[in-house]
């Protein structure tokens, strides 16, 4: 099932994308309802979402509607550094002995299509494209041969970098989490249907050139090790965010060095999911604050 946030008519809400519709839960939820709940109320699997589904209800061409981050405001996102070999290679780092994890500031989530912003402080902006998944149930101590179990689906995330303000903070925070830095989406792909998630071809593009090209099976620290790792730690809620890190043919490691800049477009594929593009613009003047 493909899981979406979309926007038509003025609202925002929940619906299930089939071939070129969009199905609108509102039919059956009777209200708009944000992905969050929609997980945790475990909607997907319920039998009026079923029956919607097998009916002509609540049916609208998805070129009439705007997709959205299908979590706009998740409780955490939350990111995996150095995962691939061949990118702690590239970037001349040692290969980690657990897992390190950075947060973004649920503020940088966009969603297909909307604009990244070169911001106006640095020039040195990348891309990563990488996997992400969906926390669908609240969890603590969750074993890595259960962890399937809370993880509602899975979505392409472009982990945006402002590279030198990277550096200026040892947990990497800053540098990842400039407002429009943390695309998401297209939708969420359930668990049930993505098929093996350590087994999928994931490729970066910027405008017409091929940056990534790697797969998911190289991981160090695969996704049911990072729920286990992660539930350690916190509880994990319904929407959370986590993404898994990113392969070799960053612009930061290329030489010279390739950062994006406005007019550019950024596209990742992932197998299985689909397209998550997004164009490059520089930061906007009213972004400033002005009294």
Known sequence: MKLATFTHDGSTRVGIVVDNEIIDTRTVTGRPVAMSEFLQKDLANSDTIKNLIDSDQGRILLQEVKLEAPVIRPSKFLAVSLNYAAHFEET????PEYPTLFNKQISCVIGPGDAIHRPRISDKLDYEGELGFVIGKTCRHVPKDRAHEVIAGYLIVNDVTVRDWQKRSHTWTLGKSFDTHGPIGPWLITSDEIGDPHSLDIRTWV??????????RDMLFDCFHLVEYLSTVCTLE????????????????????????AGDVVKIEIENIGQLSNPVIDEPAETAFIE
Request: no cysteine.
């Open 92 to 95: 001349k780092q040692q290969k």
């Open 207 to 216: 405008n017409d050139d091929l940056r990534q090209s790697y797969n998911t």
């Open 238 to 261: 319904p929407g959370d965010i986590i993404s898994t890190g990113t392969g070799s043919g960053v612009g930061y490691a290329m030489s010279p060095r390739s950062f994006m800049k």
